[in-house]
T-cell receptor, first 112, second 109 residues
Framework: GAGVSQSPSNKVTEKGKDVELRCDPISGHTALYWYRQSLGQGLEFLIYFQGNSAPDKSGLPSDRFSAERTGGSVSTLTIQRTQQEDSAVYLC??????????FGEGSRLTVL | EDQVTQSPEALRLQEGESSSLNCSYTVSGLRGLFWYRQDPGKGPEFLFTLYSAGEEKEKERLKATLTKKESFLHITAPKPEDSATYLCAVCDSGYALNFGKGTSLLVTP
């Protein structure tokens, strides 16, 4: 498709397990962003990629969170040793540099 | 300190009842102000970008305006399908957009 694709759309996991969330951006978009949206909260910035490098990791909430991007395209957000407070919708967006962001539908993570 | 504050948190309108949503911001060196619409269970959908005070943009029943301190999203004669959460975001010196918490709009027939 032409839009940002995220998988899985829903993930239920047990506390302490690791999870991987995938984002496939719009073709040609060099910038890629991960945000987190918790119930009743605004979008919380996690990390930004320009190409394969991440000049801004300031939003990652702890060292359990990491992300990578390969080939200037697909990105994976990994959460290790998940905690209940990690439950949220994880949104990926892509753009041209400093352009408007186009979001995917999100990955809903539930940690039991 | 929040950079972006949206009000009201929730708004209920009758179909055809025009109103405005507010987004106030405190960043210096604004590089752009963005409006998005988000439906339940969906990702935010881009609506407008405004770059300088005095700028206005329109799309169907929506018009966005920008001053040096705030932006308004005016909704003229809304319809039930306009019901959604409307998000405002600003871009300053960084690369990421800083989002407000949104205004949840419900338009009843």
């Amino acid at each position: 498709g032409a839009g940002v694709s995220q998988s899985p759309s829903n993930k239920v996991t047990e506390k302490g397990k690791d999870v991987e969330l995938r984002c496939d951006p719009i073709s040609g978009h060099t910038a890629l962003y991960w945000y987190r949206q918790s119930l009743g909260q605004g979008l919380e910035f996690l990390i930004y990629f320009q190409g394969n490098s991440a000049p801004d990791k300031s939003g990652l909430p702890s060292d359990r969170f990491s992300a990578e991007r390969t080939g200037g395209s697909v990105s994976t957000l990994t959460i290790q040793r998940t905690q209940q407070e990690d439950s949220a919708v994880y949104l990926c967006a892509s753009s041209h540099p400093r352009g408007e962001l186009f979001f995917g539908e999100g990955s809903r993570l539930t940690v039991l | 300190e929040d950079q972006v504050t949206q009000s009201p948190e929730a708004l209920r309108l009758q179909e055809g009842e025009s109103s405005s949503l507010n987004c106030s911001y405190t960043v210096s060196g604004l590089r752009g102000l963005f409006w998005y619409r988000q439906d339940p269970g969906k990702g935010p959908e881009f609506l407008f970008t405004l770059y300088s005070a005095g700028e206005e943009k329109e799309k169907e029943r929506l018009k966005a305006t920008l001053t040096k301190k705030e932006s308004f999203l005016h909704i003229t004669a809304p319809k039930p399908e306009d019901s959604a959460t409307y998000l405002c975001a600003v871009c300053d010196s960084g690369y990421a957009l800083n989002f407000g918490k949104g205004t949840s709009l419900l338009v009843t027939p």
